[in-house]
Every structure is written in C-alpha cells, then in structure tokens.
C-alpha cells in the first residue's frame, strides 16, 4: 500500500520561495510517474508538473502558469519528490497535492499574501 505525505507548505509574501517535499511510502516504481496538483478554494484541481521515470532521461512536464517558476525533481532512492517554488504570486494559494497512480496524499497549504 503506497502512501503520501506532503510538508514544506506555509506562509509567504509575494516573490517570495518555497520548497514542497512528498515522501511515498510502500511499493513505488521509479517507471511510474509522479506529480504535484494544486485546487484553489472554489477551483478544480489542477495539474502544476510531473516528473517520469529517470531511467532513460525521464520527462518532466509543467503547467503554463508555473513554467520558469517552478521546478520539480525526484529522488528515486528516497522515494521523494520535491516542487520548487519561486516567484511565488497571489494566485499559486492553494493546497497542494502530491499524487502517484491512483494514490494522492493529504495536501499541504500554500499561501502567498502580504
């Protein structure tokens, strides 16, 4: 049984950074995809990046609001994927989420305000 556990999310001003850890616990797959979403209060959730497998180079994917904001990588050994956040805006408040096949974790706060 695989499980999630998201931490890193809090308070920060505009401009501002923040760094998001998921830590998988269980049967992971490095051939599985693994990936950050996001829901806004009143929003639908939505995709902020996946990463792939890194066996053969592996591919990472953004959404467009977060592109050369965001960075997302993982470590294969720790079971972990972590999302950098810089240039954080207003509109990134939201809870994120971790997720692997069918399995997402708790969420973790993330709100950008001054």
């Known amino acids: 049984q695989v499980e999630l556990v998201e931490s890193g999310g809090g308070l920060v001003q505009p401009g501002g950074s923040l760094r998001l850890s998921c830590a998988a616990s269980?049967?992971?797959?490095?051939?599985?995809?693994m990936g950050w979403y996001r829901q806004a209060p009143g929003k639908q959730r939505e995709l902020v990046a996946t990463?792939?497998?890194?066996?053969?180079?592996?591919?990472?994917n953004y959404a467009d609001a977060v592109k050369g904001r965001f960075t997302i990588s993982r470590d294969y050994a720790k079971n972990t994927v972590y999302l950098q956040m810089n240039s954080l805006k207003p509109e990134d408040t939201a809870v994120y989420y971790c997720?692997?096949?069918?399995?997402w974790g708790p969420g973790t706060q993330v709100t950008v305000s001054s």
């Open positions: 997720n692997y096949q069918w399995v």
């Open positions: 269980g049967s992971i797959f490095s051939q599985y995809a």
């Open positions: 990463i792939g497998s890194g066996g053969s180079g592996g591919y990472i």
